[in-house]
């Protein structure tokens, strides 16, 4: 279950999700967890480095959590490793 804080990068542009994230800070929220696996990490950078020097600038990044997550493919049976990440923005 998604908390609300929580912005999901997925295969959109790359300011739809800093919109987001500048949305749920201006709503009254003083910590954003941004959510990506693997190709969209890079995107999941980008959109937090754009956040903190454009639109919230005091906004920090106080944690960043990697890991590798097992998913199932298909009906094959078969699995696939993938990065994912996790950055946490708070509003100093």
Do not use: C, P, W
Request: hydrophobic share 45%; net charge negative.
């Amino acid at each position: 279950m998604a908390d609300d804080n929580t912005v999901f990068i997925g295969k959109k542009a790359t300011m739809n999700y800093v919109l987001a994230v500048v949305t749920q800070f201006n709503s009254g929220l003083d910590e954003v967890i941004i959510k990506a696996r693997g190709r969209a990490i890079s995107r999941a950078v980008d959109v937090a480095e754009i956040v903190r020097h454009r639109f919230v600038q005091d906004a920090v990044i106080k944690d960043i959590k990697i890991d590798t997550e097992i998913l199932e493919r298909g009906e094959e049976g078969t699995t696939a490793n993938v990065s994912s990440i996790e950055i946490f923005l708070k509003k100093t």
